[in-house]
C-alpha cells in the first residue's frame, strides 16, 4: 500500500527544502513527489535533486475538479503532494481524500508549514492557515527570525485552547529535530474527512433515548465541507493570493 504524505503552505515557504530532509532521513522505499502544477520550478526544487530514490511529478485539478496525475498513479512506497499555496486549502484536500480513497492510498501524514514572518505581518492570513491547521497532524514553524515568543504564543494559543492534537515543531536551516516524529503514522488531526467513519459512532443514544421515527444514518460533515442552501461553503476561506500580493508589495523594512 502507498502511504501519502500532504504537505500545505504558502509558496515560498521553503517547502521543498523541508521535504528534501524529511524524505532523505524519514522515509524508506521509493517515493514519488506530486507537485501543483502551479508549483513546478526547477530552481526551487533543486533540494529534492540530490534526495536518493524520488521521483518528481507533476498532479493538477481535472475539469471536475478531481485531482489528475495523468500516467503516474503508480508512486511507489509514498506519495508525498506538495500543494498549490494559492489555491484554496480546502478543495484541495478533499479532492485528495477521494484521491486516497479512489487508489487506496492510505493518508500516513498532514503537514502545514507556516512562515512565521509572512504569518505575523498578516494577521488576516490566521484563518487561512487555521484551515490548513484543522486538517494537519503537525505545524511546521519556519522562517521565524524576527518573530517574537510573544507572537508565537499567541499564534498557537487558539490550537491549545481548543485542544488541537496537532504538535508543532521548529524548522532551523530547514531541518526539524526529528523526521521520523514529524513523518510518524498516528493521527493527530481535528478532520476525519480521511477515515472510515461509522455514523453510529456519531449518535448518542441509551436505551432512555431512542428516536421514535426512522432515521437515515448520514455522517456529520466537516465543518469546513458544510455548505449553505446555495451550495456555498459555510466557512470561507481567505483567497491567500491576495494576502501573498499585499505582502510583497512592501517595503522590505515592513516585512
Known amino acids: 500500500m502507498t502511504n501519502l504524505y500532504i504537505f500545505l503552505g504558502t509558496p515560498n ?50 475539469d471536475g475538479n478531481a485531482i489528475d496525475l495523468g500516467e503516474a498513479h503508480d508512486a511507489g ?3 508525498v503532494f506538495l500543494t498549490d499555496g494559492e489555491d484554496d486549502p480546502v ?5 485528495l481524500a477521494a484521491l486516497a480513497k479512489r487508489l487506496g492510498w492510505h493518508v500516513a501524514r498532514v503537514a502545514t508549514i507556516v512562515d512565521c514572518k509572512f504569518a505575523a505581518a498578516v494577521p488576516a492570513s490566521a484563518d487561512w492557515f487555521a484551515a ?3 486538517f494537519s497532524d503537525t505545524v511546521l514553524l519556519t522562517n521565524r527570525e524576527g518573530t517574537s515568543n510573544q507572537w508565537l504564543n499567541t499564534f498557537k494559543a487558539p490550537y491549545v485552547k481548543n485542544c488541537f492534537p496537532c504538535t508543532f515543531e521548529f524548522v532551523k536551516k530547514n531541518r526539524v ?11 493527530r488531526r481535528m478532520t476525519m474527512i480521511f477515515d472510515e467513519q461509522d455514523p453510529i459512532d456519531d449518535m448518542e443514544f441509551d436505551e432512555d433515548n431512542l428516536p ?42 515592513e516585512s
Open 13 to 62: 515557504c521553503g517547502r521543498r527544502a523541508i521535504l528534501a530532509d524529511l524524505i532523505r532521513d524519514g522515509l524508506d522505499g521509493e517515493t514519488s513527489v506530486y507537485i501543483a502544477e502551479a508549483e513546478r520550478n526547477s530552481e526551487a526544487e533543486k533540494p529534492l535533486a540530490d534526495v536518493p530514490a524520488i521521483t518528481l511529478r507533476t498532479w493538477k485539478f481535472d
Open 77 to 79: 512506497d509514498n506519495a
Open 91 to 95: 478543495d484541495q484536500i478533499e479532492a
Open 132 to 134: 490548513c491547521i484543522h
Open 177 to 187: 529535530e526529528n523526521p521520523a516524529r514529524v513523518l510518524a503514522d498516528n493521527p
Open 212 to 253: 421514535e421515527e426512522p432515521f437515515d444514518l448520514v455522517s456529520a460533515p466537516d465543518p469546513y465541507f458544510e455548505t449553505t442552501e446555495s451550495g456555498a461553503r459555510k466557512i470561507v476561506v481567505p483567497f491567500i493570493g491576495d494576502l501573498l500580493d499585499e505582502y510583497e508589495k512592501r517595503p522590505e523594512s
